[in-house]
């Protein structure tokens, strides 16, 4: 079977749709409420089945939008973007909102069909509260505030890879997961981004009585929290400090070896 159809909408209410896909059985969507108005023009053509995907055209816009998860403290308003589709890419380029009151913008790019390759753009200040669900594993709660200013491009089938420049600045930002035997809090410091390399600057942070700062260079950085051995590992320089240090307190209990991360280097 073959598709050739065309949707126009105005003023279409996200709210029904957000109550609908809450439902979901999935992290991203799961308890998620909202507002918001979409206008669409968008064509579907091509053929269908496990091997063929139509391709998706026109435009998709979203004004006076708003997020919540179910026991967020914060949300995120004030949320528009306009997405266009052409075959084979997708480009938000003018993506706004207000996190806990904080100005964000960006936007990103999706060029390719089988190995797309992205490239995305990302301002301002993010409340980890309000966006938690969408950046953290199952289980993972954060908190506190990271400004931002960066840039990415590569490969979506291997991020580890991806260059990344600009900036980032953590400000109390905590962690707290069944993955660590104490929360991580009070951390704080500055990471800048030079295309495959990362500078921790004065990264500091306390875990039950351990508390310590880092600072270290990473190449390849994104290839930290790739599994051993399906990526080249990162290379890392160090220098740790801690007035108080224990290993029990830091690393993720397991019933195996201890997990580290997919790094080689020295400090």
Do not use: C
Not at 42 to 65: K, S, Y
Not at 86 to 108: E, F, K, S, T
Not at 111 to 134: C, H, I, M, N, Y
């Amino acid at each position: 079977p073959r598709l050739d159809l065309r949707a126009q909408g105005k003023d279409f209410e996200v709210g029904p749709i957000l109550k609908y896909v809450s439902a979901v059985d999935a992290r991203l969507v799961r308890g998620i409420d909202g507002s918001g108005r979409i206008d669409f023009d968008l064509g579907v053509r091509g053929a269908l089945g496990a091997a063929a995907r139509p391709q998706i055209t026109g435009t998709l816009a979203l004004r006076d939008g708003a997020l919540r998860y179910a026991g967020a403290p914060a949300s995120i308003d004030r949320l528009s973007l306009t997405a266009r589709f052409a075959p084979g890419a997708i480009h938000v380029g003018d993506l706004r909102a207000n996190i806990a009151g904080q100005p964000v913008q960006g936007r990103v790019d999706l060029e390719g069909d089988q190995d797309p390759v992205a490239s995305f753009a990302l301002k301002g200040t993010l409340d980890l509260a309000a966006v938690g669900r969408a950046v953290a594993p199952k289980g993972t709660d954060l908190a506190g505030r990271v400004a931002l200013d960066i840039t990415g491009r590569g490969r979506v089938k291997d991020p580890a890879s991806m260059a990344i420049g600009g900036w980032a600045r953590l400000d109390r930002v905590s962690v707290r997961s069944p993955q660590l035997p104490q929360p991580v809090d009070e951390m704080s410091g500055t990471i800048g981004f030079s295309q495959a390399r990362a500078e921790v600057k004065g990264l500091a942070a306390r875990a039950g009585q351990s508390s310590f700062r880092l600072d270290a260079t990473v190449t390849r950085p994104l290839a930290l929290t790739a599994k051993p051995g399906a990526a080249a590992p990162a290379g890392v320089t160090f220098t740790l400090a801690s007035p108080y240090l224990d290993v029990a307190e830091l690393l993720p209990p397991t019933p195996g070896p201890t997990v580290l991360p997919n790094a080689r280097g020295s400090g």
